[in-house]
C-alpha cells in the first residue's frame, strides 16, 4: 500500500471513490487524462492494494437486515484485540478505534433479531474486555455523503462522472442470480461481466443488465476502499449529534452534501444523527464544526470523536 500519492493519482483514486466502476475511458475523459495514463496508473494502485473495490448491500432494501452502530468502550490495552476480532466477523461493515483509545465505533449488517440479540445480550457481555456498549439503529442513511471526493474534482467533473441518482423503485424483487453477483462483487467490486455471469450462471449482458438494475435501484453501493489520508483527509472524525426531531430530516440532507462528509445517517439512541467527517486537518475540522454545524437548526449536543485507526472499512479488513 503506497504511503504517498501524486496529484494525477489523487485524482484517478477521487473519481474511482465517486464511481468505483467507472471505465478507464471515462476515467480518464473526466479527468483530462489520456485512456492509456489511466490505466498504467491504476493498474499500479490495485495491484499494490492501495485501491481495493467492493459492495455493501442497503439494509433499507433488505427487510432481514438490522443496521446497527455501536460504541463499543474497551480497556485500553485490548482495544487493538477486540477491534480485530470485531472486524473478522462477517457482519462488521466498519470499525474505527476512536480518539481517547478506549472506544472502538462500528456498524453491523446483523441477519434478524436473533443475531442482534445475540450480539447485545451474549457477545459483548462474554468479551472481558469489553465494558459498556451503547447501540444505535440506524434508521436512514443520506447517500448524497456517499459521493464525497476530498474536493479534488469540480462540481462538474463530479456531475460528468456520477449523474444525480434518479428515484428508486418503492420496492425490490430479489433474483436468484442476485446473491452470486453480489458475492463476486463483495471479492471484486470491478469484476468484469464476464466473470460475474460465470459466477452466477448466466450471460454477461443479463449480469450488467441485473447489476445496473440494482445500482440504479439503491439496492446495492458499488465502494472503493483506500486510506483517506492519501487524499488529503488527514483527519477523521466521529459526530454523535442530538437534534430536535422537528428538524432532524433537514439537518441530516445539510450536512450530507457538505464535502467533508462521507457517511450521515438518523439514528435511535442517545444521539439521533451520526456524522462521518474527513477533513484536511484539525483547522478543517474546527471550522466546520462552528460554520456548518453550529448555525443549524435544533442542535442540541454534539460529541465530537477523532479517529485513531480504521482497522475495518466498507467490509474490508485493512492491511
Known sequence: MRQVLDETDRRIAAALVASPRASWREVARCLGLSERTVVRRVALLYADGTLRATVVRNPARFPHLIPVALRIRCRPNKIRQVAQALARRSDTVWVDILGGGDEISTIFFLEGQEARNNLLLRDLAATDAVGTWTAHTLLRVFPTAFRWTAGLLTPRELADLVPEPASPAPSYTCLDIDSALIAGLTEDGRATYTDLARRAGTTALTARRRLEALVDGQVLRLATELDLALLGAQT???????????????????????PHVRFCAATTGPANLVVAVAAANLDALYTFLTDTVGPLDGVTAIDTTPLLATVKRTGLIRR
Not at 236 to 251: D, K, M, R, S, Y
Open 236 to 258: 477523521e472524525a466521529l459526530l454523535w449529534i442530538v437534534v430536535q426531531p422537528g428538524v432532524l430530516q433537514e439537518a441530516a440532507q445539510t450536512l450530507s452534501t457538505h
